[in-house]
């Protein structure tokens, strides 16, 4: 017991010293807390920081995606109104009553030839309801070639009990004084359960055609 007393003894003077080495450095003690928060605080910062550092990343792709896909719009918009503007100024969309000869001898038959701006086609026929075989309106499509004229296909159905389908082919002749038109005609029949569009058929005529625009008054 004797020997733990001076143990106690310097035990109780370290700690009075230790003590007082605080209370005198206040701000030194409590340097290590206030480093080791701020340490902390960098580091969410800097995490902070990566984030919206990879925010402002995303936005920006996000940003130039929107902008590239509005260049997109932007020029097939601008396409679409090239190809509107070339079929509003294309002066061969429009109807056009025509005489259909063959080959001038004598007339086949009187027709409404519409060309549309979306390069579709359709045609009535005056033979379409007889006497001889009767067939529907026809329905098909036309392009322009690179000389200027344009080519025309389209397909009519024959009724009962001639039943069967008929492709026409046009030929428009460039250069033709305004608001008319005019070219030539291959009649080719086909079975009811053939492909028309795949070569093939009987021609069955040649013709000509002239026509002149139909406007209103």
């Not at 396409?79 to 001038?104: K, Q």
Request: aromatic share 8%; proline share 4%; glycine share 12%.
């Amino acid at each position: 017991m004797k020997r733990l007393v001076p143990f106690f003894a310097v035990l109780s003077i370290c700690l009075l010293a230790c003590l007082g080495w605080v209370a005198g450095h206040p701000q030194t003690a409590s340097a290590h807390f206030a480093f080791s928060d701020g340490d902390d605080k960098d580091h969410d910062r800097g995490h902070d920081g990566d984030k919206d550092r990879g925010d402002d990343h995303d936005c920006r792709k996000d940003d130039r995606d929107h902008d590239r896909k509005d260049e997109g719009d932007h020029d097939r918009k601008h396409e679409g109104d090239d190809d509107r503007d070339r079929a509003d100024h294309d002066a061969s969309i429009g109807s056009f009553l025509a005489t259909v000869t063959n080959y001038g001898t004598n007339v086949a038959s009187r027709s409404v030839i519409t060309l549309h701006r979306d390069r579709t086609m359709s045609v009535i026929d005056s033979n379409q309801g007889g006497p001889g075989t009767q067939f529907s309106s026809q329905l098909g499509a036309w392009k322009r070639g690179c000389d200027g004229a344009m080519k025309g296909r389209t397909i009519d159905f024959s009724f009962p009990p001639s039943a069967g389908i008929a492709r026409v082919d046009y030929t428009f002749d460039a250069d033709q004084p305004e608001d008319t038109i005019k070219g030539t005609i291959v009649l080719t029949t086909f079975p009811l359960t053939a492909n028309p569009l795949d070569g093939g058929g009987t021609v069955v005529g040649h013709f000509e055609f002239t026509g002149t625009r139909i406007k209103v008054p």
